[in-house]
């Protein structure tokens, strides 16, 4: 599964990150991309239940602007 994933990530832009942090650690719970096709898809870098604390959300690409008039 794990393959999968990256094999499909590669064809995706990181667009998100989410972080926790605790006691001023940080630690990577999950990172959503964006797909070719303009979709996002969320992967879940630990365990549902263990997503306890202040979590932080990162912009990693923000939207390009449209150029147009």
């Not at 667009?15 to 303009?38: H, K, M, P, Q």
């Not at 549902?48 to 150029?67: A, F, Q, S």
């Amino acid at each position: 599964m794990d393959d999968v994933v990256r094999s499909s990530a590669k064809l995706s832009i990181i667009d998100r990150r989410l972080w926790r942090i605790d006691c001023g650690n940080r630690e990577l719970v999950a990172e959503r991309y964006r797909t070719v096709s303009g979709r996002f898809r969320t992967v879940w870098l630990v365990p549902e239940e263990n997503l306890r604390g202040v979590l932080w959300v990162e912009v990693v690409e923000e939207t390009p602007m449209d150029p147009s008039p």
